[in-house]
């Protein structure tokens, strides 16, 4: 078993349902999976005619609507990132060089090891001679100049991406998918086309209709997995929390959220798409104390969730994010240990504030010190006149820095 317990711990214990969700997660062996790989290369083949944003737009869709997708006994949340998780899925339009290399090494790594089956080798064995002219490295290599090359072999098309993105959760939360889709649909209805250069936007915006459309479709399978869930659950609780689920589901990203847990589901199935479309590190959350807040504040006044029950929610995002895993070339494991940066920040200044947000702030450290996870990571603003809550009162700035110890010695801090 991977856990371990903290002595004298500040911020307390995991609930025994996160424990038990905790240790499932960190006892799967990870996997390679080339169901994804196979899909992307059906969906390119299929448009090799297309525009390459409004085929990488088809390959999303088609990768929603066909990835196997579970929800696990003891999560609150829905959204995996391969048939299992802490497994890896294959991201052929990057680099399938370095795959086919190390086919029959992955499962012998003396770290970051994977097994795969020999089924598995062979598919992606037999996917592998469409991308020696499709993928990312084969294209855009020879596009360099000869100098270029020279730093080309730690270069991120080698392997995979690194992106630094950060989406606009606030509006997310706030107005749902939905007005990106009409966004781009009034701004294709007003597009002069007679004007040569708008032929790019004319696709992008195309593109956009396509993956908000998705992402709501992918959102509805899990919401029909959940009611079959609940057709066959016996535990009367469980079955209310299965349909809980897939009314949330039905409703988030694609409209507003209303709620602490509508908002918490709605961001992670957003940032976990981010991760299924394109295999990138660095993608991060922004303040996520500022836009969770007043979901947050709103429960708390209306009685509709307790500062616990919101902490075990938190839990269950950090433990969400955890499983997703991605395979990367040897050389660069062995140098960075694959890192994914899924970074979040809190505290600082913002404009107005309230005790709902300081109170917020420390159920996200609390609940990542339970947690005791290296994703995600956190960073954290302080300032002399900032107040945190600590449980029982808002405390100064130097108590809040000293309880941060067990936080830094065993998160993602």
Known sequence: MNSFTLINNHFGELSSRMQVLREDIFNKQPCIYAQRAQIVTEAYSNNMDKPLVIRRALMLKEILERMEIFIEEHTFLAGNHAPQNRSASVFPEYNMDWIIAELEYFDKRPRDRFYITADTKEELRSIAPFWEHHAIKNSSLPAMPPCAGLFSSPGSCQDDAGNNVMMDYSRILKKGLKSYWEEAGNMLDNLDMDYRLNTAQFHFYQAGIIVTEALRNFANRYAGLADHMAF????SRRREELLEMSLILRKVPWEPAANFYEAVQSLWLVHLCLQIESK????????????????????????????DGACELLTNLWLKIYAVNNLHSWRY???ARAPFCQN???????????????????????????????????????????????????????EFRYNLRDTFKTAGG
């Open 280 to 307: 990138d590190h660095s993608l991060s959350f922004g303040h996520i104390d500022q836009y969770l807040a007043p979901f947050f504040e709103k429960d708390i006044d209306e009685g509709r969730i307790t500062d």
């Open 232 to 235: 066959s659950e016996k535990c």
């Open 344 to 398: 979040f920040t809190i505290g600082g200044r913002i404009t107005k504030s309230s005790a709902a947000v300081s109170v917020l702030r420390f159920l996200i450290i609390k609940s990542l010190t339970q947690a005791r996870l290296p994703q995600p990571e956190m960073t954290i603003r302080l300032h002399n006149e900032q107040s945190v809550y600590t449980g029982k009162l808002l405390n100064n700035t130097q």
């Open 333 to 335: 494991t062995r140098l």
